[in-house]
């Protein structure tokens, strides 16, 4: 079943994907499928020459944050509790401690029996997706704040209703696919508990003691990779507001992923192709609308495109 999440998410990417690369081949056979591709795509102030009856106004964005903000604190916050009780990443005192906290009936035996088995590269993969989720949610949290307090849309700002469908999806995607791996494990971790708590009752609940320490902890002794692809993240979100760097904060989280998951690097290339597309597009619609517009100038990599 996770293979079949998995496999979904890859093949979704991948439809993505090739249609952006493809009509971004400079070919003149392709021209057609050129302007079809660009005709779902466009938006603002190329969509505004657009006869299409398809579209809906561009302040929909908002939508997008609003839903990322969601479901990816859902995410997060069902994979951090996952992680918290079945792949503690523990101390041998703390290990100890939970050892005579079951013997005194504070805790379950399932949970200990996991914390013990578990291998320990499947624990720290879990606690990472625990660490992909957070510096996500902490962009969609940015991005909504700015939607909402910064960004001020035309009312004659457009984009065709296929852009804003693709948009819902990728922040629906996105999420999962940085967690994918241990999602439906996440998913009947969830079940079982909310179970549990609608047939017994919070005071039925088995109690466990709550750790704060121990609850963060795992985050800290992640590797020098996953650290270094949050200082890139970080870097391209505090920069945003001056240029377009949202490819690099997809780029900070392809390196804090360590870069071993195929999905992740299926999202960054989503990512990629999207952003060239879209640039080359502006770029030239640019050259069209200004006559002064400089010939030498790059669409989105300096020196190369």
């Not at 992640?222 to 001056?242: D, P, T």
């Amino acid at each position: 079943m996770e293979m079949g999440l998995v496999g979904l998410l890859r093949a979704a990417w991948v439809a993505g994907i090739l249609p952006l690369l493809v009509a971004s081949l400079p070919l003149p056979g392709l021209g057609r499928f050129h302007e079809a591709v660009m005709g779902f795509a466009k938006r603002g102030k190329i969509m505004q020459s657009s006869p299409c009856k398809f579209t809906v106004p561009q302040r929909f964005f908002t939508h997008f944050y609003v839903l990322a903000v969601l479901w990816t604190g859902l995410l997060l916050a069902a994979t951090w509790l996952y992680a918290y009780e079945m792949a503690p990443i523990a101390s041998e005192p703390f290990l100890y401690s939970s050892i005579a906290s079951y013997l005194t009936g504070g805790s379950h035996l399932f949970t200990l029996h996991r914390s013990r088995s578990t291998p320990l590269k499947y624990r720290y993969m879990v606690w990472k997706s625990v660490f992909l989720l957070l510096l996500m949610e902490i962009q969609v949290l940015r991005r909504l704040y700015e939607n909402i307090y910064f960004f001020n849309y035309s009312p004659s700002a457009r984009m065709h209703i296929f852009a804003y469908l693709t948009g819902l999806f990728f922040y629906t995607a996105a999420p999962l696919s940085l967690c994918s791996i241990f999602a439906m494990e996440v998913y009947e971790f969830s079940a079982n508990l909310l179970s549990e708590f609608i047939v017994r009752g919070k005071d039925q609940m088995a109690s466990s003691e709550f750790d704060l320490w121990e609850f963060v902890n795992p985050l800290m002794k992640l590797g020098w990779r996953h650290w270094i692809g949050a200082i890139i993240f970080f870097w391209g979100s505090i920069h945003q507001h001056q240029c377009h760097r949202i490819l690099v904060i997809y780029a900070g989280l392809l390196v804090a992923s360590g870069g071993s998951d195929l999905t992740i690097w299926l999202l960054f290339g989503f990512v990629v192709a999207n952003l060239v597309f879209a640039a080359a597009e502006t770029h030239r619609w640019y050259h069209i609308k200004f006559d002064n517009y400089p010939w030498d100038r790059f669409a989105i990599i300096p020196l190369i495109y």
